[in-house]
């Protein structure tokens, strides 16, 4: 069965950074793209960043001050968030596809996701 856990939310002040991470289990995730996804109050769950073989994939709201990562003797997948905006605030997940060939960008795409972690950009 596979699980996705996340970690690393919290409260941080604008122009502030932090770490999420997603530690999977259930399968070897090396071959399969991993992606974070957000949801802010109100609003749909949206595309953040992707990760995939040797390509990273981000919205452009966030490019250049996000960074997707893999560890993949760790089963674990990152994103470090820098110059964080009150924008910013959302619940973020880490998702899984079934399958090896995806479009990773792509929301429809992932059917394994996590329980979610908070983050919170105080202006």
């Known amino acids: 069965q596979v699980q996705l856990v996340e970690s690393g939310g919290g409260l941080v002040q604008a122009g502030g950074s932090l770490r999420l991470s997603c530690a999977g289990s259930?399968?070897?995730?090396?071959?399969?793209?991993m992606g974070w996804f957000r949801q802010a109050p109100g609003k749909e769950r949206e595309f953040v960043a992707a990760?995939?073989?040797?390509?990273?994939y981000y919205a452009g709201s966030v490019r250049g001050r996000f960074t997707i990562s893999r560890d993949n003797a760790k089963n674990t997948v990152y994103l470090k968030m820098n110059s964080l905006e009150p924008e910013d605030t959302a619940v973020y997940y880490c998702?899984?596809?079934?399958?090896?060939?995806?479009?990773?960008?792509?929301?429809?795409?992932?059917?394994?996701w996590g329980q979610g972690t908070q983050v919170t950009v105080s202006s």
């Open positions: 259930g399968r070897t995730f090396s071959t399969y793209a």
């Open positions: 998702a899984a596809p079934r399958d090896r060939t995806v479009r990773p960008t792509q929301q429809y795409e992932y059917v394994y």
């Open positions: 990760i995939w073989g040797g390509l990273t």
